[in-house]
């Protein structure tokens, strides 16, 4: 059981900058891939960036290739993203997700995660 908290979401102005962070306690972090994925109002929720277990990959989808950059620290059990050059389409609720059936084929599909944080939210102005 991995536990995942999200913080570091607020109102920012488009062309702006903001750091996400998920704080995971529990089980073994670092045997898990990790990933973001988001959430507008009235849309699915949708892939954001994934990374593999040591960090040594990552994906990104390609509205956020470029601007954003996920990363981890597996000594401190935290998870990142780094969002730059934000726009008003990456207003959402952001969640930050672990698991083991990850693979490079379903990376980016809610399937291959087994644990999710609560969410934060992150609001871009124009």
């Known amino acids: 059981q991995v536990h995942l908290v999200e913080s570091g979401g607020g109102l920012v102005h488009a062309g702006g900058s903001l750091r996400l962070s998920c704080a995971a306690s529990g089980r073994a972090f670092e045997t898990y891939a990790v990933a973001w994925f988001r959430q507008a109002p009235a849309k699915e929720r949708e892939f954001v960036a994934a990374?593999?277990?040591?960090?040594?990959?990552?994906f990104y989808a390609d509205s956020v290739k470029g601007r954003f950059t996920i990363s981890r620290d597996n000594a401190k059990n935290m998870l990142y993203l780094q969002m730059n050059s934000l726009k008003p389409e990456d207003t959402a609720v952001y969640f930050c997700?672990?698991?083991?059936?990850?693979?490079?084929?379903?990376?980016?599909?809610?399937?291959?995660?087994?644990?999710w944080g609560q969410g934060t939210q992150v609001t871009v102005s124009s």
């Open positions: 990374s593999t277990q040591t960090g040594g990959a990552t």
């Open positions: 997700t672990a698991g083991a059936r990850f693979s490079l084929l379903n990376h980016d599909r809610d399937l291959a995660y087994d644990y």
